[in-house]
């Protein structure tokens, strides 16, 4: 039922005029009254749509047999989709209709119409120049070639021939630099030793990908160069240089030398925003968050993305309701369901964040059923240098919150051990002073006078010793002083509930 609900959902997005498959004017008929108890959420399960459809919950073999069909006419719409291109990337529009003129392209070769063949590898052709879709030039070039050979046409076979030769050129570059390009962003999703290697690697992948981008020009491969060039910056934490980057390939852009389609503006605006977040440049910040947010598509994984940056931003400098405001509007989206795993838990990180603040900042009264979590953790607690930081904070933050709580030792043992793990070196620095401030807070049996006396250096340390700045080490969800004051208000809090 879910691949179902999936299809339908697409269907009813990016669904044309042209309904071929479907007739959805007829609702007596029972494909047209599935696919509109799917659309309208009527159902949620199989049980449920077969016993409207048929008045009883086993699922019968007409109902089998009615629900296989209707998925492969929904499989087979997605030729009929119209994707806006307001809300997709250009060039794999591109792609998309250059696939399609490949597979009409193959029928007519099939029933020997050559002629008619040629014409239409003719507009393919043309649209993948215009786009600079190497990857497509080459099979259409191809193609070309095997209906001048069909067509005895030995004048334009030889011609193909010396085209080819120049996109092959093109296109061996182009596969060696997309392969650094997915090994790469493959090693960076890791959470081990693997990705405290990419600093090594990036600058050896980045003089490569340079030099492929200048003996072709091919503007995918600069499209590869400037995403690892921008990650490099990030990786040394100089978000300066970042702005920098973004504004050259701007520039690029506008020279024509790289074709504008290659060139990613909601990549490049995520990594403005996450630059200003950096760099602690908060209202500015927000206001290019808010700027930016509509050229992401609701419910798109990237849209997902870009909220997240969006949240940290309010979250730091602050702004819980704003905070409140846009974590809402994410959660409330069906589509944050399908996100990746890891993807997935970072949002549940912001849910239990999220009640943190709704109780102690916003303070507002909320019933817990409807901020139930999204995702159980079972792939960030492998990033002990990052995420699973916060998610141990928050762990501790429940068991503050407790005053049924009395034996505390097990805690300052988790976080004694996890400190001296996990947390070494001058990148770790703030996130150990954290830890050990919340084992005072247990050693000192929530005594409020000695933990703010004995708290104090330590919190001037913490003030002093910068963010990171680096992939090494997750940007702070809340940053750790707001996160200390609020310790001292529950410690405070727990005090009078127990006088």
Known sequence: ????????????????????????????????????????????????????????KNLSANYR???????????????????????????????????????????????????LADKILDQALTLAKENEVNEYIVPILEQKQWISNSLCDKKKYSQGIKKLEHYYVIERAEREANKIFLDRTMNAKAFDGVRSKLLDNLPKDITKLEQLWTTTKS?????????????????????????????KAEELVKQGVVHTNWFNYRFNSYAMVYA???????????????????????GSINWFAFLENYLLLALHSKNYTLFYQKYRTAVDCNSILNLPVAHLERWEIFRRYCLVILTYRIKIDFVEKDYQAVSAFSVLPKDKEGYNIAILVLDTFEQLSNPDIEDHEANVERLRKYISKYLRGPKAERARLFLRFLILVFKEDFNCQKIKSKGNKMFEKLSNTPLPGDAFSEVEIVPYEHLWELVIEIVEERSKTLA
């Open 1 to 56: 039922m879910e691949e179902l609900i999936r299809l339908v959902r697409l269907v009813q997005n990016y669904n044309s005029k042209l309904s071929p498959l479907i007739n959805f004017q007829d609702s007596g008929n029972l494909d047209t009254r599935l696919f509109n108890l799917v659309r309208d959420a009527e159902v949620k399960t199989d049980e449920e749509a077969a016993y409207k459809l048929y008045g009883a």
């Open 276 to 298: 200003h977040l950096q760099t602690k440049q908060y209202g500015k910040g927000l206001q290019l968050a808010e700027q930016y947010l509509p050229h992401f598509h609701v």
């Open 219 to 247: 503007s995918r491969i600069f499209h590869y160069y400037h995403f690892f060039s921008i990650q490099y910056q990030e990786l040394q934490g100089n978000y300066t240089a970042v702005a920098d980057i973004i504004s």
């Open 65 to 115: 047999m009615l629900k296989s069909r209707i998925k492969k006419k929904l499989i087979n719409h997605v030729h009929f989709l119209e994707l806006p291109e307001s809300k997709f990337s250009p060039i794999n529009l591109v792609k998309v209709q250059c696939a399609s003129m490949l597979f009409e392209v193959e029928s007519l070769k099939s029933v020997s119409e050559f002629k």
